[in-house]
T-cell receptor, first 111, second 113 residues
Framework: EDQVTQSPEALRLQEGESSSLNCSYTVSGLRGLFWYRQDPGKGPEFLFT???AGEEKEKERLKATLTKKESFLHITAPKPEDSATYLCAVQATSGTYKYIFGTGTRLKVLA | EAGVTQFPSHSVIEKGQTVTLRCDPI?????LYWYRRVMGKEIKFLLHFVKESKQDESGMPNNRFLAERTGGTYSTLKVQPAELEDSGVYFC???????????FGPGTRLTVT
């Protein structure tokens, strides 16, 4: 069964304290892995797409990487405005285009 | 460019009543998806439209849920009759191409009492 697991569930960082969020996945074949940011009361906001192992994408303080079994979202020198829930989703090659989501990591960055 | 919009933002209904949720995708996006999150769980797929056709409805929980996309523009998701376990946040998303990123609306919070 296709599955996505994110860790940790919650993370508190001091402003400027870098860290990484993990997304491990089990799918028959990976079509793509997607990272989203979600603020309270809002819909998920697209961040990155990764398609193959070894691929990396960067945007401001965020960098996403992909291996054959997991993806990391690295946050460098975070600011309070980076506080949000970060969601990972995968699309499998099994013929449909649905997202399989993890439960997310709630990040709180303290000033 | 306007994003995905959903209406209403919040709906409170009694068990046994009917509710209809609406989603307007990004203009030009032929692919439209419905998802929902129930309390404490991950967001789960419901169905996928390509234009007006249902491409994948494997996530629809039962026949109390009916999704339509007449004319291939906006979509509606009707729940009839609503049950307590239908409470949650219903998200709509759209994409230009199926394998590319999906853009999500703000969601409709449904509360069934």
């Amino acid at each position: 069964e296709d599955q996505v697991t994110q860790s940790p569930e919650a993370l508190r960082l001091q402003e400027g304290e870098s860290s990484s969020l993990n997304c491990s996945y089990t799918v028959s074949g990976l079509r793509g892995l997607f990272w989203y940011r979600q603020d309270p009361g809002k819909g998920p906001e697209f961040l990155f797409t990764l398609y193959s192992a070894g691929e990396e994408k960067e945007k401001e303080r965020l960098k996403a990487t992909l291996t054959k079994k997991e993806s990391f979202l690295h946050i460098t020198a975070p600011k309070p405005e980076d506080s949000a829930t970060y969601l990972c989703a995968v699309q499998a090659t099994s013929g449909t285009y649905k997202y399989i989501f993890g439960t997310g990591t709630r990040l709180k960055v303290l000033a | 460019e306007a994003g995905v919009t959903q209406f209403p933002s919040h709906s409170v209904i009694e068990k046994g009543q009917t509710v209809t949720l609406r989603c307007d995708p990004i203009s030009g996006h032929d692919n439209l998806y419905w998802y929902r999150r129930v309390m404490g769980k991950e967001i789960k797929f419901l169905l996928h439209f390509v234009k007006e056709s249902k491409q994948d409805e494997s996530g629809m929980p039962n026949n109390r849920f009916l999704a339509e996309r007449t004319g291939g523009t906006y979509s509606t998701l009707k729940v009839q009759p609503a049950e307590l376990e239908d409470s949650g946040v219903y998200f709509c998303a759209s994409s230009q191409v199926p394998g590319l990123e999906q853009y999500f609306g703000p969601g409709t919070r449904l509360t069934v009492t």
